[in-house]
C-alpha cells in the first residue's frame, strides 16, 4: 500500500514570485512618453493601458470588462473628461476609478452603466518618471520603495530600458562572481587592470539611513590582482592595453553618505560608482511574464554646478550609455537566458550553493522570503 507523504514542502515567496511581487512601487515609463493616446504595458504579468487626460497620468487594465478587448486601442471622445471609451462597443470607463459611466452602442440609459468596472493602478509622476503600485490595497508612500537619493531635486536621472528573454529572478541573483569573467572582454572597461577575485566574499545585510531600505549587500577584503591556478597557470593575463588600476581597489568611497553596492526588493539592484565615478546605478527586473522581463536601468547623477552638468550630459550620451548601459551591462543577458532554459529541462529554480559568491544568489532568496510585503 502506498503511503501518503504527511507532509510536502511548502512554496516559499520567492517561488511564487515567477512574475514578481506585486506590493511594491516600480519605474513603469518615462512620464513624457504618455500622452493622451494610450499605450500598454506589461507588468507583473498584467497588461495595463497608460493614458492621459487633463496632464494627469492614469493607468487601467488592458481589459475592457465587457469581453477583454484592448482598452489601449480605446478612444478620446469625450474631450475634457476623465475617460476611454473601447473601441468596440463604446463601453466608457472612468480612468479615476475604472467605473462604467457610459455604453455608446447601448445609448444614454445603458443598463450596464455603473456595473462594470475596470481595474486602475495608483500612479505618482516624481522626478520625469511614472511609478506604478501593483499591489491590490493601499499603497505605502513613494518613498518606501524608491532610494531616496534618486528623488532629491538636485539629481539628474538618466532613463535606458530594454527586454530581455528569462526570468527575472536570475539576473537579480546575479553574484559578485561573474564579474571578472562575464565582463573580462568589455570594451567599455578595456583599460582596466582586470583583477582574478574578491578575497574573502561574504554577504551582509545593510539599512540604509541615507537611500533608505533594507540592502543584501556585497561585503570583501579587497581584490587579488592576479591568482596562481595548480596545474593551470596564472588569471586573468596582463596585458599592456589594461593600464589602468581597478577602481579603489574594489572598495567604494562613499557617495553623500552611502557606498555599498546590494539588492533590496523587490529586485532592485545598487552599483556605487557607475557608470561614472560619482553616480548611482540603480536597475530593475520587472517581469512581463515568466519568459520575458523588463531591463529597467536609471542613473542618478550628482551635478556640483553648471559646467559639470553639461560633462555629465555629453559623456552620457557620447559613451557611457551606449557603452556602459547598452553593450556592456547586455552582457548579464546571456546568463538569464542560460539559466532560464536550464530551469526550464531541469524542471526547478537554481542556484546550487557551490561556491562563496553563491552566497549572494541564495541571500536574495532569503531576502525575498523574510520580507516580501503581503506575503507569506
Not at 493602478?121 to 499603497?139: C, Q, S, T, Y
Not at 553623500?256 to 553596492?261: D, E, M, N, R
Request: proline share 7%; glycine share 8%; hydrophobic share 35%.
Amino acid at each position: 500500500m502506498q503511503k501518503t507523504p504527511t507532509s510536502q514542502k511548502k512554496e516559499t515567496p520567492f517561488d511564487r514570485a515567477k512574475v514578481g511581487f506585486k506590493n511594491y512601487w516600480y519605474p513603469l515609463v518615462q512620464a513624457n512618453q504618455i500622452t493622451t493616446r494610450p499605450r500598454k504595458i506589461i507588468m507583473l504579468g498584467e497588461p495595463i493601458t497608460i493614458t492621459r487626460r487633463n496632464g494627469v497620468a492614469y493607468a487601467i487594465s488592458d481589459f475592457c470588462p465587457h469581453r477583454g478587448i484592448s482598452l489601449s486601442l480605446g478612444k478620446n471622445y469625450f474631450r475634457g473628461t476623465n475617460t476611454i471609451t473601447c473601441k468596440f462597443h463604446g463601453f466608457t470607463f472612468d480612468l479615476t476609478d475604472g467605473s462604467c459611466v457610459a455604453v455608446l452602442s447601448d445609448g444614454p440609459d445603458s443598463e450596464a452603466v455603473g456595473k462594470l468596472k475596470a481595474r486602475t493602478f495608483p500612479l505618482e509622476e516624481k522626478k520625469g518618471i511614472l511609478w506604478i503600485w501593483m499591489g491590490a490595497g493601499k499603497p505605502v508612500p513613494l518613498e518606501d520603495d524608491i532610494p531616496h537619493l534618486m528623488l532629491r531635486d538636485q539629481t539628474v536621472l538618466k532613463w535606458r530600458e530594454r527586454v530581455i528573454y528569462g526570468n527575472w529572478r536570475y539576473h537579480a541573483q546575479s553574484d559578485a562572481g561573474h564579474f571578472p569573467t562575464t565582463h573580462h572582454d568589455a570594451l567599455a572597461l578595456l583599460s582596466l587592470s582586470w583583477h582574478a577575485h574578491w578575497k574573502d566574499y561574504e554577504t551582509e545585510i545593510i539599512f540604509d539611513e541615507v537611500d533608505g531600505g533594507e540592502w543584501l549587500a556585497h561585503k570583501h577584503k579587497g581584490v587579488a590582482e592576479q591568482a596562481d591556478y595548480p596545474g593551470l597557470g596564472v588569471w586573468p593575463p596582463k596585458r599592456p592595453w589594461r593600464y589602468h588600476l581597478t577602481a579603489h581597489g574594489g572598495t567604494f568611497p562613499p557617495i553623500h553618505g552611502t557606498s555599498h553596492q546590494g539588492i533590496r526588493m523587490p529586485g532592485l539592484l545598487r552599483v556605487p560608482h557607475w557608470p561614472m565615478d560619482g553616480a548611482f546605478h540603480y536597475e530593475w527586473y520587472i517581469p512581463i511574464n515568466e519568459d520575458y522581463y523588463r531591463y529597467v536601468q536609471v542613473n542618478a547623477y550628482f551635478p556640483k554646478n553648471i559646467i559639470h552638468r553639461a560633462w555629465i550630459e555629453f559623456w552620457h550620451r557620447v559613451w557611457v550609455d551606449p557603452m556602459r548601459n547598452g553593450r556592456f551591462n547586455q552582457q548579464d543577458a546571456a546568463m538569464s537566458a542560460g539559466a532560464t532554459n536550464w530551469e526550464k529541462h531541469q524542471g526547478k529554480h537554481g542556484p546550487m550553493a557551490a561556491y562563496k559568491p553563491d552566497a549572494f544568489a541564495t541571500g536574495f532568496m532569503d531576502l525575498c522570503n523574510r520580507t516580501a510585503r503581503g506575503e507569506s
